[in-house]
């Protein structure tokens, strides 16, 4: 993951700091209720707080843990 440097980024920004697509950080965003904030049009605006929070998402699924797991697991 590269050093973050702003305030707030865009949903494409993330998506490229985790080389993934946007689609998929929408998913994550809203499967886990990560409470990422918005501008006045509406779009995600993502704190350093929110990118890591949804890399450990990441991290968690690239090493196996199912989506059953996390609702199980209330995370």
């Known amino acids: ?3 973050i ?3 707030y980024y865009s949903i494409g ?3 490229t700091i ?3 697509t946007v689609s998929r950080i929408r998913f994550y965003e809203e499967y886990f209720e ?4 918005r501008n006045r049009k509406g779009d ?5 707080k929110d990118i890591y ?7 968690l699924i690239e090493e ?3 989506i059953k797991w996390f609702h199980q697991n209330k995370m």
């Open 53 to 59: 929070r949804t890399g450990y998402i990441i991290e």
């Open 13 to 15: 920004e993330v998506a």
């Open 44 to 48: 995600r605006r993502f704190t350093e």
């Open 34 to 37: 990560l409470g990422v904030g």
């Open 1 to 3: 993951m590269e050093e």
């Open 5 to 7: 440097k702003k305030l």
């Open 18 to 20: 985790f080389s993934t």
């Open 64 to 66: 196996g843990y199912t």
